[in-house]
């Protein structure tokens, strides 16, 4: 029997399990409507089987008007589609409302008294006239950091903010008895902002989930969210008084497992955090002459992202080679160009995504969200239909309840 058979019939099996089994680990599938409408991919086609939360991606910034701060109808309208097709399927499913903001949109509204007021305002609307269980502050580059560009005040004017919100999700939830909403928050995966833009401790004391955005991981690797750091080689004319501070082998200690650890060492509850997978690639040009520099490659392009359901049809054409990232963890398709440069496909498959949640079982986080669900190969084009989906929910599945970790962070 076909191996991606099997898989199917084992993860089917386990959506029949008596629910009095399963943990308390949370998958969250992220749907993001400008995207899935393009490709036809309706909310009610999202598999509420697997989901414990449907994440809708995502509300733009609001904007002020007059002295309040108003969502865009568009968006709203989308939301309520999600809404709707969420409750009509399940009564156990959840859903979250993020909210995508710049840096400059948070640090000027999280700054004054009244577009902060204003802006919770906005984001309870959200919980009670549009029935969201969950609002998430997507806050992007936040702080005075090299991938920043909010400035050093973020700091103290982001908890002052979750504060506000606190209170405000904390009312909404006695509005309806047996209702509990919450208050997440995306956070980045880029070292420089968890330790310049972020007061960790304080965030994860505010917030129910940290939901970590594979995204803004940085590490010199051909992989886009690597594992670990490659380690790189020093150029042979580097300066000479760089050479005694430097060691001539440097093993940066960045990458997925070292940034998820970052968030936990300043003082997140493991149970708390969110691990973000993308079910994506990422497609990049490089420049085989400049090969010597880091050891590797260098880059012609920030590169282009290739959904799933894509990329595993085009891997499969002719001309390409493949190849699999150790420090990464991840497999790429490469190929030759006739103006001498490589092309690249870093990509995930199974062997990649059990990597990843063998950190999630290890570190004991609280779950993972699917970024998005409508990427993998929906239709079934490469083989069977939501292949990484399958398999992603049912290592979510498989992992041990912790009742007593939780305890211990109480």
Known sequence: MDGAVV??????????????????????CSYSPS???????????????????????????????????????????????????????SNAVRVVAS?????????????????????VQAATSLLLELDADAIELNWRSPGNS????????????????????????????????????????????HLNVIAEAYNVFDICELVDHVTLDPETIFGLTEAHVPLYSKPFMLPQNIPAQFTSML????????????????WIDEG???????????????????????????GGFTFADKGTKLEHR?????????????????YGGMPYAFRALQNGQ????????????RYKMDMVAEKRIGGIYIKHVHSDDIYGSCGQAYSLTAYLSSRVRSIPSDIGFAIEWN
């Open 7 to 28: 898989m199917w019939i084992a993860f089917l099996l386990t959506l029949m399990v008596d629910g009095s089994m399963a943990q308390g680990k949370k998958m969250v």
């Open 35 to 89: 995207k899935a409408l393009t490709i036809g991919y309706q909310p009610d086609y999202i598999p509420l089987e697997v989901c414990t939360h449907v994440m809708f991606d995502a509300f733009s910034f609001p904007n002020f008007v007059g002295r309040q701060m108003l969502f865009n109808d568009n968006d709203k309208i989308a939301f309520s589609k999600v809404v709707s097709s969420v409750r009509k399927r």
């Open 99 to 119: 909210i995508d903001g710049s840096a400059r949109d948070y640090t000027d509204t999280s700054g004054t008294i009244v577009r902060r007021k204003a802006f």
């Open 146 to 189: 090299n991938a920043g560009n909010g400035n050093g005040l973020d700091r103290a004017t982001m908890v002052t903010l979750l504060q506000d919100l606190r209170q405000a999700v904390n009312s909404a939830s006695r509005t309806i008895r047996n209702r509990n909403r919450e208050l997440w928050f995306r956070g980045s995966l």
């Open 247 to 262: 060691q001539d082998i440097t093993f940066p200690d960045t990458g997925l497992i070292a940034s998820t650890q970052r």
């Open 268 to 294: 997140c509850p493991p149970r708390k955090l969110l691990l973000g997978i993308g079910i994506h690639g990422v497609h990049k040009a490089y420049s085989a002459a400049n090969k010597a520099f880091f």
């Open 310 to 326: 894509d990329l595993c049809y085009t891997i499969r054409q002719g001309g390409w080679s493949y190849g699999w990232d150790q």
């Open 342 to 353: 490589e092309e690249r496909i870093s990509y995930e498959d199974l062997n990649s995504l």
